[in-house]
């Protein structure tokens, strides 16, 4: 079982910054996961932010595409999302997904969420 621990999150003004962390644990068996953030606002679907690849490829929602920045380092089994030029639409629970792929079908694991508020 993997464990998700994320950590950052907070009230900033807009245009502000913010950075999150996700860490992971357990049993990870496949070098080769997928790990990303979501978020959900207040009666919206949750949606992808970004997701990152064990090579380091990248992916990002065209909404945050300019501001956010992904990143993870494997040694530490540690995504972080850096967050520049907030905005009040950013406001969400932010989640930390990580998705093993040695399993078919794959296996997703969540984090519990951090809250960002983006008000002034």
């Known amino acids: 079982q993997v464990q998700l621990v994320e950590s950052g999150g907070g009230l900033v003004q807009p245009g502000g910054s913010l950075r999150l962390s996700c860490a992971a644990s357990?049993?990870?068996?496949?070098?080769?996961?997928?790990m990303g953030w979501y978020r959900q606002a207040p009666g919206k679907q949750r949606e992808l932010v970004a997701t990152t690849t064990g090579g380091g490829t990248t992916n990002y929602a065209d909404s945050v595409k300019g501001r956010f920045t992904i990143s993870r380092d494997n040694a530490k089994n540690t995504m972080y999302l850096q967050m520049n030029s907030l905005k009040p639409e950013d406001t969400a629970v932010y989640y930390c997904?990580?998705?093993?792929?040695?399993?078919?079908?794959?296996?997703?694991?969540w984090g519990q969420g951090t809250q960002i508020t983006v008000s002034s």
């Open positions: 357990g049993t990870i068996f496949s070098i080769n996961n997928v």
């Open positions: 997904n990580l998705r093993d792929l040695f399993f078919i079908p794959y296996r997703d694991y």
